[in-house]
Every structure is written in structure tokens, then in C-alpha cells.
């Protein structure tokens, strides 16, 4: 069985003053476990977060972890060098990477790029239209050519990383800025997929479409069957999705 891990700060959410703790009493983590729980196929649902010893990402965890999913925000600093290689290291091995909205400023994102991915934004409740740029793409399966969310935090270009393998997805804003939204990359044997939406303070990972994208993205983000670079394992001896290796 595929073993995923969500990753949270979970530090807004705990905070009573704070309206994340209103809009995820139980932590980003779990509502995004309960969105992978909803489609067809099955995960072994692993949940760490940033205060828990190793950041609850001890060497251990992360060898068995196939997809990896990170979301940060106030204390990106605090992430443990220790951890990054860690993580940076499985995902040259093979380990898929979703990365989730501020998590562009995470540790883990800005070393496997290489940039510093500034960007800008604007918190002010703005619509956003998400629109389905590459509709081929696995990660956009069963969507519509957009998605539209009422009320999100811009975000807006220029967006200070690599040129992506695949664009997925491009936002559009009521202010009219524009952001890529959903970059796909290989570094290594890993598959990265960073995908925009995700404020702390609006309940974008309760939507039906996001939900979708996020289990569409952990599907392409697992290993393939391929050798490790410098472990002597392959990925081969569990299984795997069948479906042709669409970048």
C-alpha cells in the first residue's frame, strides 16, 4: 500500500486567536488525510508535524514514505537542516514531493530549485479562477477547464522559480494578476508537484475540485519502478500504479 505523509506546521491552528484554529480545528493535515481518504484508491495516511521530535520525520518515516506532502508558512525557519537533507535526499531517491501553497518558502522547496521563490502576494480575499492549462495532465483528471474559489490569498508573478517540466494549472485573480499555480518537476528519481492553493484562513482544502487535485497529484507523484541512485533498491518490489509514465 502506498504510504503517504502530510506535514504541517500546525502552529495557526492552535492558536485561539487565530482564525485557522476556527476554519481547521484539527489541523490542516487532517482535512487534507480525510480528502485522500475519499477516493478510490487506499493510503497508509501518516501525519507529522513541526514540534514533534525530528519534526516527525525521523529517518525511519521518511524511508517508507512514498509521497510526501508539505505545508508551512510562519516558521520555515525552524525546519531542522537535518530534516531537509533528509528530505531532499529521498526525493532524488524517488520520493514524490507535493508542495502546498506557502510551502514555496519552505525549506525543502527552495533547496530542491535552486531560486529563492519570492513571489508576490496580497491577503485580501480575493476570487481566484484556476484554470486547467495542461487538461491532458494526470493531475487534472475529472476536472472542469476551471476552478473557481470565492475567497483565497493572491499570489502573483513574477514567481521566482525554475521554468516547470509541465504547467498544470494557471491562476487568474479579480485584481487580474496571473501565477502559475501548478508546476510539476523531477529532481532525481522524484516527481515535485507545487500546488498554490491553500490559505490558512479559508477552507480551500474542503473543496470538492482541490480535494481532487490533491489525491490526482499524490497518484503522480508516486515512485515508478525504477532503481535508487547510489541504494541499490528499486521501488519495483511494491506496487505500483500501471498506468503509462506521463510527466
Not at 500546525?10 to 490542516?28: K, L, Q, S, W
Not at 499570489?155 to 510539476?184: A, M
Request: glycine share 8%; aromatic share 10%; net charge negative.
Amino acid at each position: 500500500m502506498t504510504q503517504v505523509t502530510i506535514w504541517n506546521e500546525f502552529r495557526h491552528e492552535r492558536d485561539d486567536d487565530d482564525d485557522a484554529a476556527a476554519v481547521y480545528p484539527d489541523g490542516i493535515h487532517e482535512t487534507i488525510a480525510d480528502a485522500l481518504g475519499e477516493g478510490d484508491r487506499e493510503y497508509d495516511v501518516h501525519t507529522a508535524t513541526l514540534d514533534e521530535p525530528e519534526h516527525g520525520l525521523p529517518a525511519a518515516v521518511l524511508e517508507e514514505t512514498d509521497v510526501l506532502l508539505w505545508w508551512g508558512h510562519e516558521a520555515h525557519d525552524e525546519v531542522s537542516d537535518a530534516v531537509v537533507d533528509r528530505v531532499q535526499q529521498r526525493v532524488l531517491e524517488g520520493m514524490g514531493l507535493l508542495v502546498l501553497h506557502s510551502g514555496h518558502f519552505s525549506k525543502p522547496f527552495k533547496r530542491l530549485m535552486g531560486t529563492t521563490c519570492n513571489l508576490q502576494w496580497r491577503e485580501d480575499g480575493a476570487t481566484e479562477r484556476l484554470w486547467v492549462v495542461d487538461p491532458g495532465h494526470p493531475i487534472a483528471d475529472g476536472l472542469d477547464e476551471y476552478v473557481e474559489l470565492p475567497k483565497t490569498e493572491m499570489y502573483g508573478e513574477p514567481f521566482d522559480v525554475p521554468e516547470p517540466d509541465r504547467l498544470v494549472f494557471t491562476s487568474w485573480f479579480e485584481g487580474g494578476e496571473v501565477f502559475r499555480s501548478g508546476c510539476c518537476y523531477r529532481r532525481g528519481n522524484g516527481r515535485i508537484f507545487y500546488f498554490r492553493p491553500g490559505h490558512e484562513t479559508y477552507p480551500i482544502y474542503e473543496h470538492e475540485a482541490v480535494r481532487q487535485v490533491l489525491r490526482n497529484a499524490v497518484e503522480w507523484a508516486m515512485p515508478r519502478s525504477e532503481a535508487v541512485a547510489g541504494t541499490g533498491r528499486t521501488f519495483g518490489n511494491r506496487p505500483r500504479d500501471s498506468r503509462p509514465d506521463r510527466a
